[in-house]
């Protein structure tokens, strides 16, 4: 039996009786979404990694500006697909019609059981873990805070996209307010020790280590690309809402570290376990440190809101086009959103957290279990342009990305690097999740022929 949907035969009952994406979300509620993905946990995470590996405040600020114009580059090459070929699929359907069903069905497999519901279940143990410094559950306070975030924004998702996104812009707002008050505290408040050199060099100094936790915290705006289905005036605000966000996001990550820098210096920062925590309790003490606590979780709980919304349309196009997976094609009329696929990944994310909880290291462990995959996608997504613009010359492309082929290239540059830096750089979570990718090749190899 074929997993692939023969566009020649009778199209099933879940199919046909449910409805389809509609435009439902505007350009403010775009740039809510990717900036509550990408400001999530990283920004309270990796700036001490990425200090203790660049070995000078010079180069801390420089590979922020240099991640926010990676993604920049990015970002302009997915307004192109992303208005040329407007999908719930988003990189799957690109993938699909770039190198047909196979890729596409390991895409999102992929980000099924590794890309989307492990930095579903890293941010949820961000969150639990801050939200446990301020109430407390016992033993296990982070994991049960972490499996709750996860139900209840999905049965949340599961009401509607109205609810989703009211929730994300609300969300999105606090965590920008609460960041320029950090901003602020660490420039006038905060002052590094006398007694510790604060531009003394750190002791690993890789710059690929430090270049790959930098995407991480930049790591989300692709998602943006998902909602393309049902974005208002898609030609107009897909490219506006990805350059948009991406400028805001670069400048409070430059203010953020230069807040981190002026406050602490170099060699604190890349020493401190909690770095923001450690900064507002120099200026504040100990309301200081509850203060950037609630900031923290109210962060990464908007970043795991916006990360299952996009999540499961992805989810959603697979069930559209195999047959294994058609019991996720369903697209509810009502609350406008795809409410099997957003139950099956609320369910593989609370997996991963009990994993996580397990091994006793979910975020680095999470870290590791997604980078590879996420990097080998993302430049065959970039590669994705170069064969649709030679393959369909005369499709419509409303947006055109900038000195084509140039930026492209230098994508793809980009994320074949931060590949190469991912599989050499992780630990044995990264060897997880290629195997949990590699276990979708059975389910493949059972599809037979290739429908077009």
Not at 395 to 408: E, G, H, I, S
């Amino acid at each position: 039996m074929s997993l692939f949907r023969n566009n020649n035969s009778p199209k099933p009952i879940v199919a046909s009786e449910t409805a389809a994406p509609k435009p439902a979300l505007a350009f403010i509620d775009a740039v809510a979404l990717i900036v509550g993905i990408v400001i999530g946990a990283g920004i309270f995470e990796t700036p001490a990694l990425v200090a203790a590996n660049a070995g000078s405040e010079t180069v801390v600020m420089l590979v922020w500006l240099l991640g926010g114009a990676m993604s920049l580059i990015g970002a302009l090459c997915y307004a192109e697909l992303a208005t040329a070929y407007p999908h719930a699929g988003g990189n799957y359907f690109y993938l699909r019609r770039a190198f047909g069903n196979p890729l596409a069905f390991l895409f999102a497999w992929a980000r099924m059981t590794v890309i989307q519901t492990g930095s579903i279940a890293l941010l949820a143990f961000v969150f639990g873990d801050y939200a446990s410094q301020l109430f407390g559950l016992g033993q296990y306070s982070s994991s049960l805070y972490a499996a709750l975030a996860v139900v209840f924004l999905t049965v949340l998702n599961i009401l509607g996209i109205q609810q989703g996104k009211w929730t994300q812009n609300c969300l999105s707002a606090a965590k920008v307010l609460g960041l320029l008050l950090l901003v602020i505290v660490g420039l006038a408040w905060a002052s590094p020790p006398t007694s510790v050199d604060p531009t003394a060099p750190a002791s690993t100094n890789t710059l690929g280590m430090a270049m790959i936790f930098v995407l991480l915290s930049y790591g989300g705006w692709n998602e943006a690309v998902y909602i393309s289905a049902e974005l208002r005036n898609l030609k107009r605000n897909m490219g506006r809402s990805l350059i948009w966000s991406i400028g805001i996001i670069t400048a409070i990550y430059l203010a953020i570290n230069l807040a981190y820098l002026q406050g602490l210096g170099l060699t604190n920062m890349a020493d401190s376990q909690a770095v923001a925590a450690e900064l507002m309790r120099r200026a504040w003490g100990n309301p200081g440190a509850w203060f950037i606590s609630l900031l923290i979780a109210v962060s990464t709980f908007g970043a795991i809101n916006a990360t299952i919304i996009t999540g499961a349309r992805t989810n959603y196009a697979l069930g559209k086009d195999f047959w294994l997976f058609g019991f996720l094609g369903q697209w509810h009329r009502r609350a406008n959103t795809p409410i099997r696929a957003l139950i099956v990944q609320g369910a593989i994310a609370l997996l991963l957290v009990m994993l996580g909880t397990l091994t006793r290291g979910g975020f680095e462990t999470m870290v590791d279990y997604t980078a590879p995959v996420f990097w080998f996608f993302f430049l065959l997504t970039g590669i994705s342009l170069f064969v649709l613009r030679v393959r369909e010359p005369n499709k419509p492309r409303p947006f055109q990305v900038p000195f084509y082929p140039l930026t492209p290239i230098l994508f793809c540059l980009i994320c074949g690097y931060l590949l190469y830096s991912s599989l050499t750089y992780t630990g044995v979570g990264a060897f997880f999740g290629v195997i949990a990718v590699v276990a979708g090749i059975p389910l493949l190899l059972l599809s037979g022929d290739r429908q077009s």
